[in-house]
């Protein structure tokens, strides 16, 4: 497959299975109040600062506008990103508990055991222990196995799908000591074997991004939501 053509591919996905995905979800399920477990007394606070008073509309835009732009979407993108790998044929499922992709590295040849992670800070501090003992454990079960033989800690890595090296957090940097950590364009050349990958896959996701129809979402779900709030016994307006 040519860069170009798994450009598109990998467009298409977004496009299809996040994008898309993400328009409906933020429509329908994200715009009922089903959907949400409510605090109350930051909900009416919320609502004070967003719209200088306790309504329906300002907590609807309380609930609605953190699920749609940050948690839905994020969600969405961490979840799909694995299986499109899968899908698209550029990576393997991983056996091993623990490590979410396989592939073998364009640049050293080698097969490579991966953790995806979204960005560059993307990571808390208690996470990196964890992280490093579960490599170590799939290490050395690894190595009782023959058809392991010459494995090392360099072929367990942490992938970060975007972002730049220097962006990396401390926490990264430590995992890295043991686990090579490969992030945005070092990543995608040694996923795909194409040098700027990274750099042509982002400029082509945004000259798609600019053609989607979002439904006007935003608004029309904050208008769905607020009825339901407005028609709810929870909330004493």
Same mark, same amino acid.
């Given at each position: 497959?040519?860069?170009?053509?798994?450009?598109?591919k990998?467009?298409d996905?977004f496009? @299809? #299975?996040i994008?898309k995905?993400h /328009?409906?979800?933020s !429509?329908? *399920?994200?715009?009922?109040l089903t @959907? #949400?477990?409510?605090n109350p007394? /930051?909900v009416?606070? !919320?609502? *004070?600062?967003?719209?200088?008073?306790y309504?329906p509309?300002?907590?609807a835009?309380a609930?609605?506008y953190?699920?749609?732009?940050?948690?839905?979407?994020?969600?969405?993108f961490?979840?799909r990103?694995q299986s499109?790998?899968?899908?698209?044929?550029?990576?393997s499922g991983?056996?091993?508990?623990g490590?979410?992709?396989?592939?073998?590295?364009?640049i050293?040849?080698?097969?490579k055991w991966c953790?995806?992670?979204?960005?560059?800070n993307t990571?808390?501090?208690?996470?990196?222990?964890?992280?490093?003992?579960?490599?170590?454990?799939?290490?050395?079960?690894?190595r009782t196995?023959?058809a392991?033989?010459?494995i090392n800690?360099?072929?367990?890595?942490?992938?970060v799908?975007y972002?730049?090296?220097?962006?990396?957090s401390v926490h990264?940097?430590?995992?890295?000591?043991t686990?090579?950590?490969?992030i945005?364009k070092g990543?995608w050349h040694?996923?795909?074997?194409f040098p700027?990958?990274?750099q042509?896959l982002v400029?082509e996701l945004?000259k798609?991004?600019?053609?989607i129809d979002t439904?006007?979402?935003?608004?029309q779900?904050?208008?769905t939501?607020?009825?339901?709030?407005?028609?709810s016994?929870?909330f004493d307006f």
């Amino acid at each position: 497959m040519t860069e170009k053509e798994l450009t598109i591919k990998i467009v298409d996905y977004f496009d @299809s #299975y996040i994008f898309k995905n993400h /328009i409906e979800a933020s !429509l329908n *399920k994200n715009s009922r109040l089903t @959907s #949400y477990k409510i605090n109350p007394i /930051i909900v009416k606070y !919320l609502s *004070k600062v967003l719209e200088d008073n306790y309504s329906p509309e300002g907590v609807a835009k309380a609930l609605f506008y953190p699920r749609v732009l940050g948690t839905s979407i994020s969600t969405s993108f961490g979840t799909r990103i694995q299986s499109m790998f899968v899908q698209l044929g550029i990576a393997s499922g991983s056996l091993i508990k623990g490590m979410d992709i396989e592939f073998v590295d364009k640049i050293d040849d080698r097969k490579k055991w991966c953790q995806l992670k979204a960005g560059p800070n993307t990571l808390n501090s208690e996470d990196v222990k964890p992280l490093v003992q579960k490599f170590t454990k799939t290490i050395n079960l690894a190595r009782t196995n023959s058809a392991f033989k010459g494995i090392n800690n360099t072929d367990f890595i942490v992938g970060v799908l975007y972002g730049e090296d220097q962006e990396l957090s401390v926490h990264y940097r430590e995992i890295d000591r043991t686990h090579p950590v490969i992030i945005g364009k070092g990543f995608w050349h040694r996923l795909t074997g194409f040098p700027d990958f990274y750099q042509g896959l982002v400029s082509e996701l945004h000259k798609s991004i600019d053609n989607i129809d979002t439904k006007d979402l935003i608004n029309q779900g904050c208008k769905t939501l607020t009825e339901d709030i407005r028609n709810s016994p929870l909330f004493d307006f």
